[in-house]
């Protein structure tokens, strides 16, 4: 019981109270929703799972909602990443009511070495409610690093998204909702769309609502080539998204190689009337080794890149 009672916090002012306290609004530039409503907070950091004596990093804090609970469930150090230096003497104040568990770094996550703010050992977990601006490229980023090893292939992370992202993640082949994100992440990670956060549990209140998503890191890359010819092959078949998948093929070579396209399709043993949403990872694996093995043998294609012709 003493052990349980020196995790929690002191008695302090409420989010809402500290808010006002510090004359504080979202700034819409930074694409900022406070998330205000305990019970949901409560619950975002449940579906986290255990996380006692596990180290955490917790992106866009703002003002501490998420931040505080983390604590109280008894994280074992907790490292906040928070760009606007507005919330930075809120923090300060969980901080030092934390014993020493919590640590503040000020600037952009997008700039931050993630993978140095985790120890080489121990139970490791990323959480965040993201703001939408950064949600993508901070999630390509999360996929690059599970790709290239420990420490962020060993890291599970639970995420806000806005919901028709969090459905583009985990759409199944052919679903209306299946893009370049779908493979880019089920490439890596397993994904689980916890639950849903309605609109009306922020402030403001955006016109669309959040998912809390689960991602754990795939012990093997279902895709078995390098990230970048994972990117490009992708981008390059879901540019033509609605097409024939050979049309998207085509566009990873210049025009006198463009017959290296069918040899993907037929090395793999894919259909080329088929298009992108309907493909499953393991075909999309198939092309890719199927394009490194092209590269093996012409490796100035690996440079290449295709521009739409310009119409005059």
Same mark, same amino acid.
């Given at each position: 019981?003493? #052990?349980?009672?020196?995790?929690?916090?002191?008695?302090?002012?409420?989010? !809402?109270?500290?808010?006002?306290?510090?004359?504080?609004? #979202?700034?819409?530039?930074?694409?900022?929703?406070?998330? /205000?409503?305990?019970?949901?907070?409560?619950?975002?950091?449940?579906?986290?799972?255990?996380?006692?004596?596990?180290?955490?990093?917790?992106?866009?804090?703002?003002?501490?909602?998420?931040?505080?609970?983390?604590?109280?469930?008894?994280?074992? %150090? =907790?490292?906040?990443?928070?760009? $606007? @230096?507005?919330?930075?003497?809120?923090?300060? /104040?969980?901080?030092?009511?934390?014993?020493?568990? /919590?640590?503040?770094?000020?600037?952009?996550?997008?700039?931050? $070495?993630?993978?140095?703010?985790?120890?080489?050992?121990?139970?490791?977990?990323?959480?965040?409610?993201?703001?939408?601006?950064? !949600? =993508?490229?901070?999630?390509?980023?999360?996929?690059?690093?599970?790709?290239?090893?420990?420490?962020? !292939?060993?890291?599970?992370?639970? /995420?806000?998204?806005? @919901?028709?992202?969090?459905?583009?993640?985990?759409?199944?082949?052919?679903?209306?909702?299946?893009?370049?994100?779908?493979?880019?992440?089920? #490439?890596?990670?397993?994904?689980?769309?916890?639950?849903?956060?309605?609109? %009306?549990?922020?402030?403001?209140?955006?016109?669309?609502?959040?998912?809390?998503?689960?991602?754990?890191?795939?012990?093997?890359?279902?895709?078995?080539?390098?990230?970048?010819?994972?990117?490009?092959?992708?981008? *390059?078949?879901?540019?033509?998204?609605?097409?024939?998948?050979?049309?998207?093929?085509?566009?990873?070579?210049?025009?006198?190689?463009?017959?290296?396209?069918?040899?993907?399709?037929?090395?793999?043993?894919?259909?080329?009337?088929?298009?992108?949403? %309907?493909?499953?990872?393991?075909?999309?694996?198939?092309?890719? *080794? #199927?394009?490194?093995?092209?590269?093996?043998?012409?490796?100035?294609?690996?440079?290449?890149?295709?521009?739409?012709?310009?119409?005059?």
């Amino acid at each position: 019981m003493a #052990a349980a009672a020196s995790l929690r916090l002191p008695p302090m002012p409420s989010i !809402s109270e500290i808010l006002r306290i510090f004359k504080l609004r #979202a700034l819409r530039q930074l694409s900022q929703n406070f998330f /205000l409503d305990t019970n949901m907070i409560n619950k975002f950091v449940r579906e986290a799972g255990n996380l006692k004596d596990v180290f955490v990093v917790e992106v866009g804090p703002g003002p501490g909602g998420i931040t505080r609970s983390l604590l109280q469930h008894g994280v074992k %150090s =907790l490292t906040v990443i928070e760009k $606007d @230096r507005r919330f930075l003497p809120m923090l300060q /104040l969980v901080s030092d009511a934390s014993k020493g568990r /919590l640590k503040i770094i000020r600037g952009d996550v997008l700039d931050v $070495d993630l993978a140095s703010l985790f120890p080489s050992e121990g139970k490791r977990h990323l959480v965040g409610n993201l703001p939408f601006n950064i !949600s =993508l490229p901070l999630l390509i980023r999360l996929m690059r690093g599970v790709s290239q090893g420990p420490p962020i !292939s060993q890291l599970r992370m639970t /995420l806000t998204f806005q @919901r028709e992202v969090a459905e583009r993640m985990g759409a199944p082949p052919g679903d209306r909702q299946r893009s370049r994100l779908s493979i880019m992440v089920q #490439a890596y990670c397993h994904v689980n769309i916890k639950f849903l956060i309605p609109g %009306s549990c922020f402030v403001p209140p955006p016109k669309v609502d959040a998912a809390v998503v689960s991602l754990k890191p795939r012990s093997q890359p279902q895709i078995q080539a390098p990230f970048d010819a994972v990117e490009k092959l992708v981008r *390059c078949l879901f540019q033509h998204r609605k097409k024939y998948c050979i049309y998207g093929l085509k566009t990873l070579f210049p025009p006198e190689a463009v017959s290296l396209a069918e040899e993907l399709l037929k090395t793999a043993s894919v259909d080329g009337t088929r298009t992108a949403p %309907s493909l499953t990872i393991e075909e999309f694996n198939a092309l890719a *080794c #199927a394009y490194m093995e092209v590269l093996t043998r012409f490796p100035e294609l690996e440079s290449f890149m295709f521009r739409e012709p310009m119409i005059s």
